[in-house]
């Protein structure tokens, strides 16, 4: 099954990415080197950090093929890091970057840790969860906990990254 991931496609509820454009860029480079080790451990590479007051209090990397767990993706671990260091399960005011746009079980966790605001590389037509396919993280009041969503940051690094982890792959099982 091949994926395409997208580049330029803005969901009507997420704004453009231009706004906080340096800060943006810089943890989202930053997400694209923790994606990096997950392909070099044989995972999909997805990376995902959390900032707090311009601090980083929480990174990961996908994990759920080395640890043999089915929610080891990389916003769960970089949110569960977040979570011990600030010694709370909720982390309000913080803002989660992410390579690629979070599924459903992420979409859950992010609005259960009360972030602030999500920024995301990709969009993920086949599984995404803020606005390619589903729209979990609604800015209209449906949940208790609204945060800004926006999609699309650096999305031609975040996107190639995975097609040709993906391409990759398909050469190595034909």
């Known amino acids: 099954m091949r994926h395409e991931y997208l580049s330029n496609d803005y969901s009507r509820t997420h704004r453009s990415p231009d706004m906080n454009e340096a800060p943006d860029h810089r943890y989202m480079r930053h997400a694209l080197e923790l994606a990096a080790e ?11 950090v959390v900032v707090l007051d311009d601090t980083v209090i929480g990174e990961g990397w996908n994990q759920p093929i080395g640890r043999h767990d089915p929610t080891a993706h990389a916003e769960i671990i ?7 260091h600030l010694r709370n399960y909720r982390l309000p005011g913080a803002t989660l970057y992410a390579t690629l746009e979070p599924c459903t079980m992420c979409a859950g966790a992010i609005i259960h840790a009360r972030i602030a605001r999500l920024v995301f590389g990709a969009h993920d037509p086949k599984g995404g969860a803020a606005g390619s396919v589903f729209e979990l993280l609604p800015p209209d009041g449906r949940f208790n906990h609204r945060l800004e969503c926006v999609g699309g940051v650096m999305a031609d690094a975040c996107a190639g990254r995975l097609q040709a982890f993906f391409k990759e792959r398909r050469k190595k099982t034909t």
């Open 38 to 48: 997950a392909e070099a451990q044989g995972e999909v590479p997805v990376g995902a």
């Open 78 to 84: 970089a949110l569960r890091h977040a979570g011990e």
